[in-house]
């Protein structure tokens, strides 16, 4: 990757995504893009629509770019309430990334997700390869675009790779309408009431992983030798399995005080049983050597700090 071009820049994932790029493949290198521009860029920045027909390959072919990074979604929660805006952006949107990449031959990335399986797929220990027949809207878009990708990888030799990232933790940029959102609140609401009300119940277990770790896979996946590739569109990768409990027991470690308790949101928390309680990610590590540095333990550590200092700062 030399020169890229980011959709969904402003985003959970994106908005680290582009300061990870910039400090490592160079401030003009990495073009950020979103449905609308923020008040200060930090660098490069283009308005795109992505179910606009033809913003995506005109920005790719303005600035010569290289790979495609394709970001803008709407996440689970939020698909579920405007399934048809979700198809319409995650399909529609997808479409026409995929399409620039075809035209302008240009290395291609974008998730899936463990919403792309459901409750049919084996929940421990999820195969690489299984059956995935999801319940939401979101996965349903989530493993037709692996397909989908798979397909302009064959048909037309687009260089396509992605990853089904498990819920994600950060403390730059909020996530907005998923359901694994949970894992992030719970952290700044520790610091700031001591208490957290979680609308996951107690027991139900999701793969997570902290965000460095995911950005450090999608650079690592898209440096790959494509010759050690057997899988594409997506690789299981993971850091760990947890359920609400393993969040309080970890705060507890460093707030004492801290309680948790449960008002489960009937939706979420279905959304949350169709998806598997653990992935197998063995084909990450066999294929392209990804392995997640944070564990629950070491991700509630500089989670609670940098909340801490964004607190202080007013920001959070
Ligand atoms: C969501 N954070 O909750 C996303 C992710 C596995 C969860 O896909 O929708």
């Not at 493949?25 to 609308?36: F, H, L, M």
């Not at 026409?96 to 929940?123: C, H, M, R, V």
Request: hydrophobic share 40%; glycine share 6%; aromatic share 10%.
């Amino acid at each position: 990757m030399k020169k890229i071009l980011v959709t969904g820049a402003l985003g959970q994932i994106g908005s680290e995504l582009t300061e990870k790029l910039r400090s490592t493949y160079g401030e003009d290198n990495v073009i950020a893009s979103d449905i609308r521009r923020p008040e200060q860029p930090s660098g490069i920045f283009e308005e795109i629509d992505v179910t606009k027909e033809k913003e995506i390959y005109e920005i790719s072919k303005k600035y010569k770019v290289d790979t495609i990074i394709h970001l803008a979604a709407l996440l689970s929660a939020k698909a579920e309430a405007f399934p048809k805006v979700a198809w319409e952006i995650n399909m529609g949107g997808l479409v026409n990334a995929l399409e620039a990449a075809k035209e302008l031959d240009l290395k291609f990335f974008t998730p899936s997700s463990i919403g792309a399986f459901g409750p049919s797929t084996p929940k421990n220990n999820t195969p690489q390869d299984t059956l995935q027949r999801p319940t939401t809207m979101y996965g349903v878009n989530k493993v037709a675009g692996e397909i989908l990708c798979d397909y302009y990888y064959s048909r037309f030799g687009v260089d396509t790779r992605g990853v089904r990232f498990p819920g994600l933790i950060s403390y730059v940029t909020a996530p907005g309408g998923g359901t694994t959102d949970y894992a992030v609140e719970v952290y700044y609401e520790a610091l700031r009431s001591g208490t957290y009300t979680s609308y996951i119940a107690k027991g139900t277990h999701m793969d997570m992983m902290y965000m460095p770790d995911a950005l450090q896979a999608i650079i690592q996946l898209m440096e790959a030798d494509s010759d050690r590739l057997k899988h594409r569109n997506a690789f299981n990768i993971t850091a760990m399995s947890a359920a609400p409990e393993h969040f309080e027991e970890a705060i507890r470690k460093h707030i004492p005080d801290f309680t948790m308790d449960y008002q489960v949101d009937p939706v979420r928390q279905g959304i949350a049983e169709s998806w598997p309680d653990s992935i197998n990610a063995d084909a990450a590590k066999e294929e392209w050597d990804f392995e997640a540095a944070y564990d629950m333990d070491a991700m509630t550590v500089d989670m609670l700090e940098k909340v801490r200092e964004k607190i202080k700062k007013n920001s959070a």
